[in-house]
Nanobody, 117 residues
């Protein structure tokens, strides 16, 4: 399974960005998909996840600002980020996790998001 993120960049505080993660090598419709982030000097943390059934989960720090969605026909998951803050600055990683087999968890290479004035 290969995951390729896109859409990162530099944005001013209060701005918006939309990230995409395209999967190849397998059909990920049955996988839980998620976005994680890692800021310099910090551990990787969960941002948002979406199950195969469409149930979503968000970190408290992004609730009401970020929206995760998936398009199974395109084998793609998205992260819409609104009202961005400097503390959202991090490398954002896409993850695909098989619901039953723990070892079948895959990561993208990451995309940099920088929020700065």
């Amino acid at each position: 399974v290969q995951l390729v993120e896109s859409g990162g960049g530099l944005v001013h505080p209060g701005g918006t960005l939309s990230l995409s993660c395209a999967a190849s090598g397998t059909i990920v419709s049955m996988y839980a998909m998620g976005w994680y982030r890692q800021a310099p000097g910090k551990q990787r943390e969960l941002v948002a996840t979406v199950t195969s059934g469409g149930s979503t989960n968000y970190a408290d720090s992004v609730k009401g600002r970020f929206t995760i969605s998936r398009d199974n026909a395109k084998n793609t998951v998205y992260l819409q980020m609104n009202s961005l803050k400097p503390e959202d600055t991090a490398v954002y990683y896409c993850n695909a996790a098989h619901p039953l087999i723990a070892t079948m968890s895959y990561w993208g290479q990451g995309t940099q998001v920088t929020v700065s004035s």
